[in-house]
């Protein structure tokens, strides 16, 4: 499928591979979010029921996935209005299935810098996430925040700087 669509032409079949190129990366973004595996699973759910029901009034072209993103995160939103949210948990860490004998540093690296990237202003997680993890292009991030290129890119900078000073303080071995 093309990167550059007039959402209102896509066919069935384009909405269902768009679903299944998007959905984990989706769900990923709404349990970063929420921490908890059932709400990310409704919130992902509702995500792309509302994406389908906006195709018929959405006019704008540009990249589906910016929009996907742009309605998870007010889900997101909306979800932490109505919920405190729990911490993320040593037992949550553990059910996590990047984990293999072999990767002993790596998964220690990964839960270094998990703690260091929870320290960071919810903002600054965010755009680091939606860069580095989930690989949207600035472009993408911007268009999902409502904010400009150059504000993108000035808080990731900013993000960076922040997680570096924090890494350093800590004295972790990255």
Not at 90 to 101: G, K, M
């Amino acid at each position: 499928m093309a990167d550059e669509v007039k959402l209102s032409e896509l066919s069935a079949d384009d909405i269902e591979e768009m679903i299944r190129e998007n959905y984990a990366d989706i769900f990923r973004y709404c349990f970063w979010r929420t921490k908890q595996r059932s709400d990310a699973e409704d919130l992902t759910q509702e995500t792309f029921l509302r994406f389908i029901n906006s195709l018929s009034h959405y006019s704008d072209r540009g990249k589906p996935k910016a929009l996907l993103y742009t309605i998870a995160r007010n889900l997101c939103i909306n979800w932490h209005k109505r919920m405190k949210p729990l911490p993320l948990s040593d037992e949550t860490l553990e059910n996590i299935s990047f984990v293999e004998a072999d990767k002993e540093a790596e998964i220690a690296n990964r839960i270094t810098l998990h703690k260091y990237m929870n320290q960071l202003p919810k903002d600054q997680q965010e755009i680091l996430l939606l860069r580095y993890y989930l690989e949207l292009q600035v472009n993408e991030i911007a268009k999902t925040l409502g904010i400009s290129r150059f504000a993108v890119m000035y808080r990731l900078r900013a993000a960076m700087k922040h997680l570096r000073q924090d890494i350093r303080k800590g004295g972790s071995g990255f």
